[in-house]
């Protein structure tokens, strides 16, 4: 079994929506986010795919882990 770790982000505004998207060519709306590529942590991660999809810039340390 090939496991493949990914990190994604819940990013919600004031008022408690919540921001998904939807990749290009599918249906399904999703969380913001992507692979962990081999030497990066989660955080870096993630970092890495908000600027990607997002062009969203966001430290390391200004995440948070929810589980």
Known sequence: M???????ALLQ???????LVR???????MQPGG????GET???ALV?????ELSLT???SELGYLG
């Open 23 to 29: 990749k290009s060519g599918t249906l399904a709306f």
């Open 42 to 44: 989660a955080r870096d």
């Open 58 to 60: 966001v430290s390391a």
């Open 35 to 38: 692979k962990v590529e081999r």
């Open 13 to 19: 505004d004031e008022t408690g929506r919540v921001l």
């Open 2 to 8: 090939n496991i493949m770790p990914i990190a994604v």
């Open 48 to 52: 890495r795919e908000l600027q990607e």
